[in-house]
């Protein structure tokens, strides 16, 4: 089943994958992503989260994940569970940080208690924060 209309986030994020490819296979710096996939994408509009009904212009909603700046795209392991770009409390242009800045359920005015994450391979889900958070951990325990 193709959607007609791709969210915003998938939006992004496959211009992250764009990205990507033109640039060694590098993600972008977090503290200038979307000046770095705004080339990517079609308008500036396309960076703001639709479920946050309460925005105020010049804001946008999205974050991407700090800890995977400039990192090399390919040498992440499993990127179908690493959150790349996701729902976040800090609503400025190029806002970024760790997940703990996922916003929570009670600051979805959408009703649904859960936040848009999407991973490095690009799929994307909504989560609750306690969904994100563990998936994330069991990422770390991996990793040990
Ligand atoms: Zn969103």
Redesign the pocket.
Known sequence: MAPEHL???KETVLAELMYEGDNEGRLPPAQTWADALRLYVGSKHSFE????NNRKPNQY??AFLRSLSTREGAKIEDPATQALQ??STDLSWNANGPLLQL?PPSGRPDGTGT??VAFLDGHMKRQSRDQAFSMAASRSVRKK
């Open positions: 969210s915003n986030l989260c639709e479920y946050l909603g999205h996701f729902d916003m936040s848009e």
